[in-house]
């Protein structure tokens, strides 16, 4: 029995995960599709997401709501984004960023018909460009392996950020440093956020994600 989880737009079945198909009897990623009353569920994988990793590991609230406006750094071939997409619904929007050509294409395809996503072909690091196709968002959600993955979150969140909006970002060790623990690198980022934001959540995304942990954070 698929019922609402503590998140918003979230449901859940024995462990599972699901959102509302926002285009019912369309896949995105292979993903099951399950009806309940007449009403359309996707499974979310969390093998394949790290937010529906997050979710899984004990996080009690994502700040994504229905009609949000997102700013989705590093989308990929569009399997969370999709999700999102689910969440956020018919009246919110997702400005879906990459910087690699053939998975954005990947992107558009897998998203045909949904109507509340901007495909961004840019490097989430050129605010100034991004500026001319994206507007004030609710909400930055940022999964980029880069050296300087922190400065772009913030970056960002300085440049579209509304006041009192939220920020998700995905942090992989590896990316940063190979030549240090994890555990610090982990540490050393919570000093940078917790200099300009409020850190409302913090997880690790084991066994789902070797190496990984999720920052949600509050604009000041």
Not at 126 to 140: N, Q
Not at 146 to 161: C, M, S
Request: proline share 2%.
């Amino acid at each position: 029995m698929i019922t609402k989880s503590r998140i918003f737009e979230v449901y859940e079945d024995r462990g599972r995960l699901f959102t509302l198909n926002l285009t019912p009897g369309k896949r995105v990623y292979d993903e099951q599709l399950v009806k309940q009353n007449n009403i359309e569920y996707r499974e979310w994988d969390a093998w394949g997401s790290k937010l529906a990793t997050v979710i899984l590991n004990g996080c009690r609230n994502i700040f994504l709501r229905k009609d949000d406006v997102v700013l989705y750094l590093g989308s990929a071939s569009g399997t969370t984004v999709s999700h999102v997409s689910d969440i956020v619904g018919k009246e919110g929007f997702v400005f879906a960023v990459d910087i690699a050509p053939r998975v954005m294409r990947d992107l558009i395809f897998n998203c045909e018909g949904r109507k509340n996503i901007a495909p961004v072909l840019e490097s989430a690091n050129h605010t100034k460009m991004l500026g001319e196709r994206v507007s004030a968002v609710d909400v930055i959600y940022q999964d980029i392996a880069h050296k300087d993955q922190v400065e772009i979150f913030l970056k960002n969140i300085n440049t579209f950020l509304k006041k009192d909006g939220y920020a998700i970002i995905a942090i992989k060790a590896r990316s940063i440093d190979v030549t240090k623990y994890p555990k610090q690198i982990f540490k050393e980022v919570r000093e940078i956020l917790e200099k300009e934001l409020t850190i409302v959540d913090y997880r690790g995304l084991e066994p789902y994600q070797k190496d990984h942990v999720m920052f949600i954070c509050k604009n000041k």
